[in-house]
């Protein structure tokens, strides 16, 4: 699954998908928390709830948040879990300065850390976090395998992985009119409010690629993790995985 062929944001010859997604998001950062609540009419906020319910039976005291944008993981996950400490990064700095923002704005600046990092390469000792969650970031990693291999390697034996992810709805007709508003309805929106088509466009194209059920839960096998488990949301539009780090 490696070997196919990358959907990028940008397309872009001799720009790295890394490179490409740094960009995307840094410009769509302003708008980016508005058009999440917008196009998703606050669905979003309880899948992210409901995937950290995961952790509360763990009582994680030290957390990493891979791709964690405006911190909208990390914030729910100092309210809900009550932990130490809580390490958030991502790619993309105008994204990680909105989320600044609205964790000084919450009080948390001493629970919460942002800071530039890159999940294929993390910046971490072995063993180092309780839990590791990721929301609708997997799916933007230009190597799949390495950067779960390295969210693997920094949880400490006995840890979990949540990663929340898009994943793609079977049932007629919701299949249809999901495909259709992601593909022609989405992209058009993003273009009058982000302006940046392309970024909504390559949201559609990227989850179309992305290895979901099954496909997903052998490749966290394959990168170490055990128990991998699957739960999908909304008539499928995402699913929650959950695996742990061997004792």
Not at 55 to 63: A, G, H, S
Not at 81 to 104: F, S
Not at 139 to 156: P, T, Y
């Amino acid at each position: 699954m490696e070997n196919k062929p990358l959907v990028t944001p940008y397309r872009s010859d001799g720009e790295s998908k890394k490179a490409q997604v740094e960009r995307m998001f840094d410009k769509i950062a302003p708008r980016y928390d508005l058009l999440n609540r917008v196009l998703s009419l606050g669905i979003d906020v309880w899948w992210r709830r409901k995937a950290l319910g995961y952790l509360r039976q763990l009582q994680p005291k030290v957390i990493l948040d891979v791709a964690t944008g405006t911190a909208d993981v990390a914030l729910l996950a100092a309210r809900m879990l009550k932990p130490e400490r809580i390490t958030g990064i991502d790619i993309a700095n105008q994204m990680l300065e909105y989320g600044r923002e609205k964790i000084r704005r919450a009080g948390l600046e001493r629970v919460i850390t942002l800071e530039t990092g890159d999940s294929e390469q993390l910046q971490f000792p072995d063993c180092h976090f309780d839990a590791v969650t990721v929301a609708f970031g997997v799916r933007n990693f230009e190597h799949l395998e390495k950067g779960l291999s390295e969210m693997q390697r920094v949880l400490r034996p006995g840890g979990r992985v949540v990663i929340l992810e898009f994943s793609r709805p079977q049932l007629f007709p919701f299949k249809q009119l999901y495909n259709t508003y992601f593909k022609y309805v989405l992209p058009r929106i993003g273009r009058l409010t982000s302006r940046d088509m392309r970024a909504y466009s390559y949201l559609f194209e990227s989850v179309q690629a992305f290895p979901e059920g099954h496909d997903f839960l052998s490749i966290l096998t394959k990168t170490g993790y055990q128990n991998p488990q699957c739960e999908r949301l909304t008539l499928g539009i995402c699913s929650i995985y959950t695996a742990e780090k061997a004792p």
